[in-house]
């Protein structure tokens, strides 16, 4: 599903975010990135997502090497990707309805398929009620499950996390981690980057562990 075969990435500046880095993926596993803050993290995820580009190396993503896209199948390799973030980044003004709609809106799908769709995206997420809700009138852990189900409405093979509960308590934090869970027994590749070793313990998936750019260690391989 993702391969990674020595990846660097230096941002201008020359700072080394990532230094040769390779690894494995299976289709189907779920695994967790750690590492101190500023350990790379963040950019190994803005790597697979396409938002940056790697100085060296090569990443393969269900089997298309990364480097080679045209830049006109961008869009349509991310709509291949449930990407979840710390803040959620949903839009303030748009309804919860709106906001998980959004990724469907924007690969074409047809008008009358869209509410089912969302709504059975909702319900993954234990939020079918309060689709007419602004995200500002809802709780933290809310608004991050809305922003869980905008990742999966598109059925995503893979989905990537950037410290998904960065913000929550622990037991909000439980049950986000249970719902991640849950997708990943149903089939979908799950990654996420974490530094929260009390999820990573109890889910017992196996471990990236970053430090200053390097794959310290790898808990075990694909
Ligand atoms: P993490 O997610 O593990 O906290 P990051 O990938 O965000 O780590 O950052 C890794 C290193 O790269 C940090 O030292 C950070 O300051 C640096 N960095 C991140 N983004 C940029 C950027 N756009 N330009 C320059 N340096 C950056």
């Known amino acids: 599903m993702i391969q990674l075969n020595n990846v660097s990435k230096r941002y201008p500046g020359g700072y080394d975010a990532l230094r ?17 803050s500023g350990a790379g993290k963040s950019t ?23 480097e080679r896209l045209p830049r006109r199948q961008v869009p ?9 973030f710390q803040d959620n980044k949903l839009l303030a003004d748009r309804s919860v309805f ?20 969302v709504r059975a995206a909702l319900e993954l997420v234990g939020l079918l009620t309060k689709e007419k ?16 189900a905008r990742a999966v409405v598109n059925r995503p ?8 509960t960065g913000n929550l308590d622990m037991q909000l934090s439980d049950s986000i981690f249970d ?5 990943n027994q149903h089939g979908i590749t799950v990654l996420i980057a974490t530094h929260d070793l009390r999820q990573i313990q109890r889910l017992g998936k196996r471990v990236l562990t970053l430090k200053d750019g390097e794959l310290v260690r790898d808990s075990g391989s694909a």
């Open 20 to 36: 040769e880095v390779s690894f494995n993926v299976a289709e189907g596993e779920m695994l967790f990135l750690t590492g101190h």
């Open 44 to 66: 190994l995820l803005r790597l697979l997502t396409l938002i940056e580009r790697p100085t060296r190396g090569q990443i393969l993503v269900q089997k298309k090497n990364l």
């Open 76 to 84: 349509y390799y991310r709509r291949e990707l449930g990407v979840v």
């Open 98 to 117: 709106d906001n998980v709609a959004l990724p469907l809106v924007a690969s074409g799908v047809p008008p009358r398929e869209i509410p089912k769709r």
């Open 133 to 148: 809700l602004l995200p500002a009138v809802m709780s933290g852990g809310e608004q991050q499950r809305v922003g869980i």
């Open 157 to 164: 093979p893979l989905l990537l996390a950037d410290e998904p």
């Open 179 to 183: 719902l991640f869970h849950g997708f």
